[in-house]
């Protein structure tokens, strides 16, 4: 192979890494959509055991055991709150 070649293959070996690159950190337009409480409790809650009536904890009680299931389920402090709120409001 000689050295014409080699540089033609470096050029595109370097213009396909470049174009990978930037795909990589394009940003996309569209947002996720924003999920409720109900939502994010029925898909977080029931992954690992049965889920609890929201009658089953006081207020208080529902925001110490989402702060002990946040780091348990791996949830955002957003989602956590949300999903709290929602137990708490359907608690009454």
Request: charge should be positive; aromatic fraction near 6%; include cysteine.
């Amino acid at each position: 192979m000689n050295l014409k070649n080699k540089r033609i293959i470096l050029i595109v070996f370097l213009g396909v890494i470049g174009l990978v690159l930037l795909a990589g950190c394009a940003t996309t337009q569209s947002t996720p959509m924003e999920k409720s409480g109900a939502q994010l409790w029925g898909e977080n809650c029931v992954r690992c055991h049965n889920a609890p009536s929201p009658a089953a904890f006081s207020d208080v009680e529902w925001e110490t055991i989402g702060m002990h299931m946040r780091v348990r389920a791996n949830l955002t402090k957003e989602d956590m709150l949300k999903i709290i709120e929602f137990l708490q409001l359907a608690n009454g």
